[in-house]
């Protein structure tokens, strides 16, 4: 398990995969797996078949996680991929910054 620096509510673009050069927001982080789900990203269907809850049954589209190395955060101000560093400040308080930019990336 792996200290993931993305959080939900980022902005990604997928780097690895079928799904390379795909953006989207996090919609959630499973940090047990590794794994993030992405608005709009590797997209599954589901045969589901009819119950008492859902008469209609059908096939259900959703989102499929995708592993946190084959995404990158992209930076907020000129949205190019970058990579996040953890800088502590003089009051102790934590912030993801950009390495390249130097700008730091809100905690949304």
Sequence with gaps: MANIRIRKGDTVRVVRGNNRGQEGTVIRVDQAKDRV????VNMRKRHRRPTQQEPEGGITSFEAPV???????????????????????????????APRSERVIPNE
């Design 37 to 40: 789900v992405v608005e709009g």
């Design 67 to 97: 592993h946190v190395s084959n995404v990158m955060l992209l930076d907020p101000e000129d949205r190019t991929p970058t990579r996040v560093r953890i800088r502590r400040n003089d009051d102790g308080s934590k912030e993801r910054v």
